[in-house]
């Protein structure tokens, strides 16, 4: 049985008891990593492909220890010029063993967090509406300026054309978004 799973950015073909360097993760030594992002899965000549990844299949690993990799020699030369340049660098990065694979029933621990946050956040105005008007009030104002920070500065540059403010073409990103706020 075999897997062709992702792993910190890059595509590996893993076996059970394998070892495998991956790129720096953030876990500790000792500690168990599962990778949902399973691609392929072939278990005695049953070919699963996903479309992208395999819903409920999962590699199980094993963190055994951070290191950093073989030392890479960048030699740049510009010929008739005298230019010459050497640099190098290490790789950081982690030695991991496959402890198993499991092909349905694994859980996806990372997006269910996500999905709990806007959850809480949703109820959390639903409980104030009975309350009085002015803290409402408050509230809102600063997700109106954290919204206005994601977005960009055309689009901010539209939002003052259409609320008639004058001279936004001139104004800096911060700028517009103290206008918009107020």
Not at 62 to 68: D, E, I, S, T, Y
Not at 87 to 107: F, M, P, S
Not at 128 to 140: F, I, L, M, R, V
Request: no cysteine; charged share 35%.
């Amino acid at each position: 049985m075999y897997a062709i799973v992702e792993m910190a950015g890059q595509q590996f073909k893993v076996a059970k008891d394998q070892k495998v360097y991956v790129h720096r993760l953030q876990q500790e030594e000792g500690k168990k990593v599962v990778f949902d992002k399973v691609l392929l899965l072939e278990d005695s000549g049953n070919v699963t492909v996903g479309a992208p990844v395999i819903d409920g299949a999962a590699v199980e690993a094993k963190v055994v220890k951070h290191l950093k990799g073989d030392k890479v020699i960048v030699f740049k030369k510009k010929r008739r010029k005298g230019f010459k340049k050497k640099n190098g660098h290490r790789q950081y990065l982690t030695e991991i063993v496959i402890e198993g694979i499991v092909a349905k029933g694994a859980k996806k621990a990372a997006p269910a967090k996500k999905a709990e946050k806007p959850a809480a956040k949703v109820e959390a105005p639903k409980a104030e509406t009975p309350k009085a008007a002015a803290q409402p009030a408050k509230e809102t104002a600063p997700k109106v300026t954290e919204d206005l920070s994601s977005k960009t500065v055309a689009e901010l540059k539209e939002m003052a054309k259409a609320k008639g403010i004058s001279g936004y073409s001139s104004m800096k990103k911060a700028e517009l978004v103290e206008a918009l706020s107020k």
